[in-house]
């Protein structure tokens, strides 16, 4: 064989190995490429415009479909698109720009947020300039006929059945506009933070109560503490790409969303990992969601919080503009999550950061907020009435009282037995601590007013509230029933706006 043949054929069999190489890797890719399109994409995607900051969306249903993603952007591109998953075939896009044309797509995908179908084609929307003249006061409804409410010992019952239909929300007088809007404030504890305390259950034997105790209150906007950007683990404890806030939103189902989707403030927000810092307005545990068949959105963001050491966790109030559907009524709605840790004696800087981050997170709050709409300001702010050595005063409290905002229970400083300038009509189990560290027995502070609170939900002087809960489900001895949601009990308003144009 020559020289010549010889390189011929030795280049013969690399363009072989090659080939083989690349057909490889082609069918190494063809089961993804099925994967996506193992369904076919939604058809009929519909779009139209009800306000300046909203879009109705609907599409036809695929068959055995699980749940959908809602892929929108001011971009015929889709860049910097925003997304949306929902179980029905319609949804509301919310939080919108005013006369903003928008491009809509559409696919499948399974309940972890996998593609099961190519995106439809898109359809292109333009959101209304201005809102309507008659959604800006919109007839009231007629008031229901009131339902007694439970007595502060509720008899023990089975966990509340989800579908269950809800109390009917009472009118104030007979005259009050619309129905008193229900807010709750709730520190879930983060899903992989377990302390392995008697009582206290993962974040999959607990969450379906935490579920059950926001459904059972008939709620409108919930402002949520510790519901983790993290990603989940299985059982083998290996991580998969679904945070604990969108786990808790995907089973509320319905009508219910967040303010803001994002995880973290990166290009690429899913994952902290190689993150390219962006602000995606993502507020990391502290989050908003809210039942959009009852309030609109109008406007959301963040506001990173000020910290002591660079190991310090991230803190955030985020904060929400409002519109209540039955009676157009806007608010300002808030939530935050203070820092927890305790000074070592002869120290301060922990209890002065409390106060700090108070100060910021007014401040952002009162800076969005030009039109000077009532607020409801929520949150774990980590500090009670009660002096402790890492923390001699209530700092937060007193810092959201000089701004003009007050305490409906009137948990004034070491306070047991009164309750100056408090504002609530009727009180339900305020004698409850709102910390319960999973402890099968509820404190025993029947004697008092108020329990000890850490968590807290703050008003305008404008709002009334007639009502305010500690939300526990007892049993006739005092004993928590069922599983325990979680170390803080769920506090609960409902409130009456004020007017607003």
């Given at each position: 064989?020559?020289?010549?043949?010889?390189?011929?054929?030795?280049?013969?069999?690399?363009?072989?190995?090659?080939?083989?190489?690349?057909?490889?890797?082609?069918?190494?890719?063809?089961?993804?490429?099925?994967?996506?399109?193992?369904?076919?994409?939604?058809?009929?995607?519909?779009?139209?415009?009800?306000?300046?900051?909203?879009?109705?969306?609907?599409?036809?249903?695929?068959?055995?479909?699980?749940?959908?993603?809602?892929?929108?952007?001011?971009?015929?591109?889709?860049?910097?698109?925003?997304?949306?998953?929902?179980?029905?075939?319609?949804?509301?896009?919310?939080?919108?720009?005013?006369?903003?044309?928008?491009?809509?797509?559409?696919?499948?995908?399974?309940?972890?947020?996998?593609?099961?179908?190519?995106?439809?084609?898109?359809?292109?929307?333009?959101?209304?300039?201005?809102?309507?003249?008659?959604?800006?006061?919109?007839?009231?409804?007629?008031?229901?006929?009131?339902?007694?409410?439970?007595?502060?010992?509720?008899?023990?019952?089975?966990?509340?059945?989800?579908?269950?239909?809800?109390?009917?929300?009472?009118?104030?007088?007979?005259?009050?506009?619309?129905?008193?809007?229900?807010?709750?404030?709730?520190?879930?504890?983060?899903?992989?933070?377990?302390s392995h305390l008697p009582n206290e259950g993962t974040w999959e034997e607990r969450r379906q109560a935490v579920v059950d105790t926001i459904l059972g209150q008939d709620l409108d906007v919930v402002g949520l503490q510790e519901a983790g950007q993290a990603w989940l683990k299985d059982a083998n404890g290996k991580s998969f790409s679904l945070s604990q806030f969108e786990d808790l939103t995907n089973r509320l189902g319905g009508s219910w969303t967040l303010t803001n989707i994002n995880r973290n403030n990166c290009v690429k927000s899913t994952t902290p990992s190689s993150c390219v810092y962006k602000d995606q307005g993502a507020s990391q545990d502290t989050k908003i969601i809210f039942d959009r068949s009852k309030v609109e959105m109008l406007d959301q963001g963040s506001k990173h919080l000020p910290y002591v050491n660079e190991d310090d966790n991230d803190r955030y109030v985020a904060w929400a503009q409002f519109r209540q559907r039955s009676t157009g009524n806007r608010f300002m709605f808030a939530s935050t999550h203070l820092e927890p840790k305790k000074d070592a004696e002869g120290e301060t800087k922990y209890y002065d950061l409390r106060k700090r981050q108070a100060e910021v997170a007014i401040d952002a709050v009162t800076a969005h907020n030009p039109d000077g709409l009532p607020v409801v300001f929520v949150g774990d702010f980590n500090s009670s009435r009660f002096a402790h050595s890492y923390s001699p005063t209530n700092a937060p409290y007193d810092v959201l009282a000089k701004n003009g905002l007050i305490d409906p229970l009137g948990a004034g400083w070491s306070t047991t037995k009164t309750a100056p300038g408090a504002t609530v009509v009727t009180r339900i189990n305020t004698w409850v601590d709102s910390f319960n560290n999973f402890n099968r027995a509820v404190n025993n502070h029947k004697q008092w007013i108020n329990g000890s609170y850490i968590d807290y939900i703050f008003v305008s002087p404008t709002i009334k509230v007639p009502e305010w809960e500690t939300v526990v489900k007892m049993d006739e001895y005092g004993n928590f029933v069922g599983q325990i949601p979680s170390d803080h009990n769920m506090i609960r308003a409902s409130l009456v706006l004020p007017k607003t144009s």
């Open positions: 064989m020559s020289v010549l043949a010889a390189r011929l054929t030795t280049t013969s069999w690399r363009l072989l190995v090659i080939i083989a190489l690349l057909a490889t890797s082609l069918l190494a890719a063809a089961p993804a490429q099925q994967a996506d399109a193992a369904m076919k994409s939604p058809s009929g995607l519909k779009a139209s415009s009800k306000s300046s900051t909203t879009l109705a969306v609907s599409w036809s249903a695929v068959s055995k479909a699980p749940r959908y993603r809602v892929q929108y952007s001011t971009s015929s591109k889709m860049t910097s698109a925003k997304y949306q998953r929902e179980t029905s075939t319609r949804t509301t896009l919310t939080g919108l720009a005013p006369g903003k044309t928008y491009y809509l797509k559409v696919r499948v995908i399974d309940s972890s947020g996998k593609n099961l179908s190519s995106y439809s084609k898109a359809v292109k929307v333009k959101t209304l300039t201005s809102d309507p003249t008659s959604t800006g006061t919109p007839t009231p409804a007629p008031t229901p006929t009131p339902t007694p409410r439970p007595s502060a010992t509720p008899t023990p019952s089975a966990s509340p059945t989800p579908s269950a239909s809800p109390t009917p929300r009472p009118s104030t007088s007979p005259s009050a506009p619309g129905q008193p809007l229900r807010v709750a404030s709730y520190n879930i504890k983060c899903a992989n933070c377990n």
